[in-house]
């Protein structure tokens, strides 16, 4: 038995029942406060067990769902994305002609070169802020010299190191700038650039363009 606890005979004699049968013995155990104290923590432990792993199990449960949730939305992306327009493979000679556009001074290569709507987007080192639209893009270059049609300039502009990334619906060309101003200079500007293309119409037009200085 276990300690705390004993036995108990309490006899009920024998009496008669209209049937005949007699009453049996009937066998009890004394109460234990300090027992029925440790059984109960014991219950306690054990409920706290279980509710310790329902939460878990309902943490791992969630964890799965917005996995899957993520990789549903991503899928779903893909989808959308193979929808659009799918860009052959990247022909360099895209980037070329924005280099060709910087040592011409042409203006009209910049709506050739880039996406022509309010989507295209233009982080220049020479200026604080975001350029938005092909309008404001436009006028950006003019104010370095550009002119329709092109015009006659001593600068001397181009790309090394460069690093081309190619995805389903973009493609991503990295590396460093180099800016001389004239052919006597000595001095060398130069920074990172960073020109994002997408395909529209057959082409790769830049959709967003990122320069910075060293």
């Known amino acids: 038995m276990p300690p705390g606890f004993e036995n108990r005979m309490t ?4 009496l008669s029942r209209p049937t005949g049968l007699a009453r049996p013995c009937v066998l009890t155990r004394a109460w234990n406060p300090r027992v029925s104290l440790s059984s109960m923590t014991r219950c306690l432990q054990i409920v706290g067990y279980i509710a310790g792993t329902l939460n878990r199990t ?11 949730v993520v990789f549903s939305l991503m899928l779903l992306v893909g989808c959308a ?3 659009h ?3 052959a493979s990247f022909d360099a ?5 924005w280099v060709d556009m910087w040592n011409s001074y042409d203006l009209d290569m910049v709506d050739r070169l880039f996406v022509s709507d309010s989507t ?14 092909i309008d404001s893009l436009r006028e ?12 006659e300039t001593e600068t001397e502009l181009w790309l090394e190191d460069l690093h081309i990334s190619e995805y389903p619906s973009a493609t ?7 800016f001389r101003r004239g052919a006597d200079e000595q001095e060398v500007q130069r920074g990172p650039v960073t020109l994002v293309y997408v395909p529209i119409d057959g082409a790769h037009r830049i959709a967003h363009a990122h320069f910075g200085n060293y």
Do not use: K
């Open 172 to 178: 991503v060309v990295a590396g460093t700038w180099y």
């Open 81 to 83: 994305t193979g929808t």
């Open 85 to 87: 327009e799918d860009s």
């Open 93 to 97: 000679a895209a980037v070329d002609a």
């Open 11 to 14: 006899f009920a004699p024998w």
């Open 58 to 68: 309902y943490s791992m449960i969630r964890s799965v769902a917005t996995h899957t």
């Open 140 to 151: 950006h270059h003019r104010g370095f010299g550009f002119a329709n049609g092109g015009t």
């Open 120 to 133: 295209v987007t233009y982080l220049s080192s020479e200026r604080e802020g975001v350029i938005t639209g």
